[in-house]
T-cell receptor
């Protein structure tokens, strides 16, 4: 069964600090991996999308990495801000499955003063 | 502005009373889908549509219906809602159904449904 597991489940950091969120997946055949940010009560918003040939992609203070061999990804947030407080969801797309997406349960990040 | 619009945002209803949650996108996307999000679980796909008049079941389709008569609209229908359908629902759309090409999925703002 295709699965996406994220760690940690929740994280509290101080404003200005960096953090790294982890994602392990078993989706096969693999097409691409996405990171989404979801504010409380709102829809997820895309941060990055990576195919198997890409091992890093940045979007401002967000940098995602992908190791397709070990089926692991990470999302690094630099110089965190209060507005980064949200759930970060790792999503893996299955090749040939017509946009079939498998969602992780998310890492709940809280940035405090 | 490119967006996916869901209505209503909040809904409380009683068991067995038919309801429809509307979803509309203005990006000319072929692919649309519905998800439900429950505490401790990732988003789970209910139904999806690759194009007009083409719909298929996702992972948790029981108790739901959809239709795709026009490209921009993809309503979710609960013929006889039950309390276990209390959840947060999201509609999403994207270009193409070919997952070999990384396509960004745009999500609506969500509909919080409570069935009592």
């Amino acid at each position: 069964k295709n699965q996406v597991e994220q760690s940690p489940q929740s994280l509290i950091i101080l404003e200005g600090k960096n953090c790294t969120l982890q994602c392990n997946y078993t989706v096969s055949p693999f097409s691409n991996l996405r990171w989404y940010k979801q504010d409380t009560g709102r829809g997820p918003v895309s941060l990055t999308i990576m195919t198997f040939s890409e091992n890093t992609k940045s979007n401002g203070r967000y940098t995602a990495t992908l190791d397709a061999d070990t089926k692991q990804s990470s999302l690094h947030i630099t110089a965190s801000q209060l507005s980064d407080s949200a759930s970060y969801i790792c999503v893996v797309s299955e090749a040939g499955g017509g946009n079939k997406l498998t969602f992780g349960t998310g890492t709940q990040l809280k940035v405090e003063l | 502005e490119a967006q996916v619009t869901q209505n209503p945002r909040y809904l409380i209803t009683v068991t067995g009373k038919k309801l429809t949650v509307t979803c509309s996108q203005n990006m000319n996307h072929e692919y649309m889908s519905w998800y439900r999000q429950d505490p401790g679980l990732g988003l789970r796909q209910i139904y999806y549509s690759m194009n007009v008049e083409v719909t298929d079941k996702g992972d948790v389709p029981e108790g739901y219906k959809v239709s795709r008569k026009e490209k921009r609209n993809f309503p979710l229908i609960l013929e006889s809602p039950s309390p276990n359908q209390t959840s947060l629902y999201f509609c999403a759309s994207s270009f193409k159904g070919d997952s070999l090409v990384g396509t960004e999925a745009f999500f609506g703002q969500g509909t919080r449904l409570t069935v009592v």
